[in-house]
């Protein structure tokens, strides 16, 4: 949405995920008017609201090749939504279903798994704090077993593999 016009200019179709940090950097979007795949990026968002994001103007909205700083995030293509989720010791907890932004800074604050059958009869879906995270890498995240307690660190960015 617009904050000039009022309307909409053009439709995020998915968020551009940083793994280093868990950091929300942008969102690809169809622009309204030209049809051609553009990139949001987190700074140009001035509010969120229920009809979706709101900018500025049309002006906000870059071409891919112009985001020379984004290059190698842009290049990683990491998806989070259905990226398996296993401990420390491999064991396996189910796929990420969703995640939780803090929307000041865009950062990822917690995961959501889900669970096969089986195990979400017993405890449904499990949430996952970006602390509990160890390592993130393009086949799967690796986190603390959540049954054990979090060790405060004094970093709680992920590490990337």
Known sequence: MSLRTGGRVATATAPI?????????GWYCHDHFSKNTLVLLS??????IGQGLVINDHENLSEIEDLVRLKDVLDLNFELL???VVTINKKRYGKVSDFAVETETFYIQKIYVSQSIMRSLNGGNLGVDRSQIVEITHHKIVIQDPLK???ASASTAPAVG
């Open 82 to 84: 259905g990226k398996p």
């Open 17 to 25: 995920i940083n793994p280093n940090n868990l950091k929300i950097e």
């Open 149 to 151: 307690p979090v060790k």
């Open 43 to 48: 700074q140009d968002v001035r509010d969120i």
